[in-house]
């Protein structure tokens, strides 16, 4: 389960998976929503809780909710950007019950790092953070999303992550929903691009195994075959936004025209086993040609739905990063970057109001890709 418990956040990152229109703080489920969450979670057979938003150390009651989970049973992950963290508060998350913490970093440069989220020494504060996660004790993942501003430098972010201590390294490229969408020539990479870091991340895999375990997870845009999506749709994994509503993938809210109910309407094993939302992609009887015929069915389930809507305006679609997809030219069609080093300025991500001023809804995807 992931716990999105608020999409307020010191950063702005260009390619966050938060919606376009960001929750509210008065629209958050409060404590004793979550702490029930949780309880409800538990009895449904969740064994892990990633706690994440947003920044869930934005919520005072962080604590609070990380006894909760413990007490629920739940193995506790707390991801998070770590620029609002103390050394006091991180031990008393230890007290309540955190059992890992997974920090992200922006950039091996800090110049870079800064610039990308847009948070000045954030990157600084982050590198603090993480030595206090192994004085503590605590065991740590650094991820980076990565992307063709920072690319080129996976060799030197396996080497931070290394002198901070991390057990594992997940390097992800940005997947494009969101705001990462709304940035994509800024952030698609070249060809050249994508096979160095595909060369060094897998060098640095073999180098450094035994100690620290390393995950790249490769960019849609490049392959010919898409990812096994959530493990499949309704299989195995839901994500609960800051404002209840339970969606089986984090970016499913960006499907537009799909309704996901809440767990402030419905128990949470209701909507894991009734909702149409849940119910629509489950299994295999829903895919269309060429994946209904296709033998490679069972292994990529037909592919992300979000990223079928974001391309086709058809979540039922192949995915079309598939290259057996008739609309497979969509996706090579974008994956060509603007001409210039960095192509255009970011639009960082940041709360926006409605027309007419009123507060949006949710009309996006869910977690931060952090
Ligand atoms: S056609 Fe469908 S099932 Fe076959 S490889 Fe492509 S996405 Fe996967
Ligand atoms: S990606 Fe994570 S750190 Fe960056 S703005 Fe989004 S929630 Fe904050």
Known sequence: MLAEL????????????NPIALSRRSEELG??????????AAALGVLQVHLSGGEPTARSDLEDLVAAARAAGLYNN??????????????????????????????????????????????????????????????????????????????????????LGAHRLEIANVQYYG??????SALMPTREQVERAGAVAERAR???????????????????RPKRCMDGWGSRFFAVTPRGRVLPCHAAETITGMAFSSVRERPLAWIWHNDAAFNRFRGLDWMPEPCRGCEHRERDLGGCRCQAFAL???????????????????VTG???????????????????????????????????QH
């Open 6 to 17: 608020t999409h307020r956040c010191p950063l702005q990152c260009p390619y966050c998976s």
């Open 31 to 40: 404590t004793e929503e979550w702490v029930d969450v949780f309880g409800q």
């Open 78 to 163: 707390l991801i998070t950007a770590g620029v609002l963290l103390t050394r006091e508060r991180l031990a008393a998350l230890q007290a309540a019950g955190v059992d890992h913490v997974q920090l992200s970093v922006q950039d091996s440069d800090p110049v870079n790092a800064d610039r990308i989220g847009n948070c000045r020494d954030g990157h600084a504060r982050k590198l603090e953070v993480a030595g206090w996660v192994r004085e503590l004790g605590l065991p740590l993942t650094v991820n980076a999303v990565v992307h063709r501003q920072n690319l080129d430098h996976i060799e030197e972010i396996v080497a931070l992550a290394h002198r």
């Open 179 to 184: 705001w990462a969408l709304e940035n994509l």
């Open 206 to 224: 073999e180098r450094y195994r035994g100690r620290m375990s390393i995950d790249y997870v490769v960019p849609d845009y490049f392959a010919r």
């Open 312 to 330: 086709t305006g058809d979540a039922g679609a192949t995915d079309p990063v598939c290259e057996r997809s008739p609309l497979h030219h969509l």
């Open 334 to 368: 974008r994956a060509v970057p603007p001409p210039g080093a960095d192509g255009p300025a970011f639009r960082y991500r940041r709360f926006v109001a409605a027309p007419g001023g009123a507060v949006p809804g949710t009309t996006g995807a869910g977690s931060g």
